[in-house]
C-alpha cells in the first residue's frame, strides 16, 4: 500500500492515477473524500489523526504542506520509505529565511531525523502556475496582465513529477537522494502568454504590471504572508538564465514535457 498525501492536487491526482495504472494498492488522504472526485480503485480516506492512515503501508507520498505531524504514525505503522514533494528553492547559497525555503526545509530536516528512507523531490517552477492567468484569459481578452514579463523559468509539468514520484516509489536506488527537476528549455512569462494562445487558437499579449500591484486576483492560492518572498524570487529571474536539468528523462526514460505542450494539455482551463 502506498499512501498519497494531496491527493487532490496537481501532482498528487496525477501520480494516483499513475499508480492505479501500474497496479499499485493506493491510499488517497484528502480532508474532503465526498469532493474528491478521484479514480475508481484507490481507496480515499479523510486526512485525520483519527482514521488508520497507514495500516498496511510500507510507503508515503508526502507534501510538504501537509507538515510533519504525519511522521510519528506513519513511522509506527510500517511505512518505510516516505517521497517528499520538497522545492528547487533549498540549494547551496539559497536565501534560509525565505518563508518558501524554511517550510521546505523544516520537513526535510525532520525526515532525516525521522530515521525513515527518504527521497526528496525539488522541482522548481510548475507550470500550473500559469493558471494564474485563466480568469483573465477566460473573459476573451487579448491583454494579460502579470508582474516580470522577462523573468525566465523552466516550468515543469506536474505529470513530470508525478512520473518521477512514480519511479523513486516503485523502483530501488532513490533512498537518500534529493532529485532536481526542471522542464527542459527556459521561458519568460511573455513566452508562456503566448503558448497559451497558440494552444487556444488566439493572439495572445503579456502586459507587465509593478509588483507592488500584484494581488490576490493574480495570486489566488499564494498565502498573503507569503506573496512578497514570492515576488521578491520573481524578480531575481528576470534575464537570469534559470537551472535545467535532464532528471526527468534519467530517471522516467522520457523526456520532460515543454511548457507548450503543457498549455495544450490545459488549453481548457482558459476557455470562457
Same mark, same amino acid.
Given at each position: ?46 486526512? &485525520? ?27 509506527? /505503522?510500517? +511505512? ?5 514533494? /520538497? /522545492? ?12 518558501? &525555503? ?41 491583454? +494579460? ?7 525566465? /523559468? ?9 512520473? +518521477? ?108
Amino acid at each position: 500500500m502506498i499512501v498519497v498525501t494531496g491527493a487532490t492536487g496537481n501532482v498528487g491526482r496525477a501520480l494516483v492515477e499513475r499508480l492505479l495504472a501500474a497496479g499499485r494498492p493506493v491510499r488517497a488522504l484528502t480532508r474532503d473524500p465526498q469532493r474528491a472526485a478521484l479514480p475508481d480503485g484507490a481507496e480515499v480516506m479523510r486526512l &485525520h489523526p483519527d482514521e488508520p492512515l497507514f495500516e498496511g503501508a510500507t510507503q508515503l507520498f508526502l507534501y510538504a504542506q501537509a507538515g510533519t505531524d504525519l511522521l510519528d504514525a506513519a513511522r509506527a /505503522s510500517g +511505512v518505510r520509505h516516505v517521497v517528499l514533494l /520538497s /522545492s528547487g528553492i533549498i540549494q547551496e547559497g539559497a536565501d534560509e529565511t525565505h518563508p518558501i &525555503h524554511v517550510m521546505h526545509a523544516t520537513v526535510e530536516r525532520a525526515l532525516r531525523d525521522s530515521g525513515l528512507d527518504w527521497t526528496f523531490l525539488r522541482p522548481h517552477a510548475f507550470a500550473t502556475n500559469a493558471l494564474q492567468y485563466a480568469p483573465q484569459i477566460r473573459t476573451g481578452a487579448g491583454t +494579460v496582465r502579470g508582474v516580470f514579463a522577462d523573468a525566465l /523559468s523552466a516550468p515543469i509539468h506536474e505529470d513530470d513529477i508525478a512520473a +518521477v514520484a512514480e519511479r523513486t516509489l516503485l523502483d530501488p536506488g532513490h533512498e537518500g537522494t534529493a532529485p532536481r527537476l526542471t522542464g527542459p528549455a527556459a521561458t519568460t512569462n511573455t513566452d508562456q502568454i503566448t503558448a497559451i494562445g497558440r494552444a487556444l487558437g488566439r493572439d495572445l499579449h503579456f502586459t507587465e504590471i509593478p509588483p507592488e500591484q500584484a494581488g490576490p486576483e493574480l495570486f489566488p492560492h499564494v498565502p498573503p504572508h507569503l506573496l512578497p518572498g514570492l515576488l521578491k524570487s520573481f524578480e531575481a529571474t528576470v534575464g537570469v538564465p534559470p537551472e535545467i536539468t535532464d532528471t526527468v528523462e534519467k530517471i522516467t526514460g522520457t523526456p520532460a514535457r515543454t511548457f507548450e505542450q503543457w498549455a495544450k494539455d490545459h488549453a481548457d482551463a482558459f476557455r470562457g
